[in-house]
């Protein structure tokens, strides 16, 4: 009997170090990002540069840079949120969104590029889905993968809401600049 207490033990400390985080893409889903405020996040690669504006109805239809594909992974720990990717085409280009650091400070990048199929490991393209309160289904706020407590957010800089990442002291803080609303085409005003 005290050999077989003693094997469990090691049984389920072996499976968890077999563990790992890995993200295979499970579904890809046709969004606009808007912030509190209803601005839709549009991406100009050129300036590098995405922020939140006010856009017509015109606009919209034509999509670009600003009607994201967000990517939907199965992944191996599913405890920290649904992961995704996003990705947006501009012209004629598709660019993901990704996180590099740039004089000591994590910032938000698009890159020319398409999102992976499967990623075996860690991903600086990998964010986690979370409902943004308890009693608010629709609106989501997004953890970068890498740096637990750092969200997709907006910040204000010369009239403009530009997205950043920000760092929030409590996971359940409500901090209304990293909600994000998801619309399809035919939605046009948050849900």
């Not at 969104?97 to 999102?115: A, D, L, S, T």
């Not at 991903?123 to 289904?137: H, W």
């Amino acid at each position: 009997m005290h050999r077989f207490d003693c094997f469990i033990p090691l049984c389920l400390i072996f499976s968890a170090e077999l563990e790992c985080d890995a993200f295979s893409k499970e579904k890809t889903l046709h969004r606009f990002l808007r912030n509190v405020n209803s601005q839709v996040l549009v991406v100009q690669p050129d300036l590098n540069m995405a922020a939140f504006e006010d856009v017509t109805d015109q606009e919209m239809k034509s999509g670009s840079g600003m009607n994201f594909c967000m990517h939907c992974y199965k992944t191996t720990t599913p405890s920290a949120g649904m992961p995704v990717a996003f990705s947006v085409r501009v012209e004629d280009k598709s660019y993901y969104m990704c996180c590099e650091e740039e004089h000591g400070k994590m910032i938000v990048r698009f890159r020319e590029g398409e999102v992976p199929k499967d990623i075996p490991g860690e991903s600086n393209i990998i964010f986690f889905k979370k409902t943004f309160t308890s009693y608010s289904s629709k609106a989501f706020k997004f953890e970068y993968s890498l740096e637990r407590g750092m969200f997709l957010a907006f910040e204000e800089e010369d009239s403009l809401r530009k997205l950043i990442l920000k760092k929030l002291p409590r996971e359940d803080e409500v901090d209304e600049t990293t909600k994000i609303t998801l619309t399809s085409h035919n939605e046009r005003y948050n849900l």
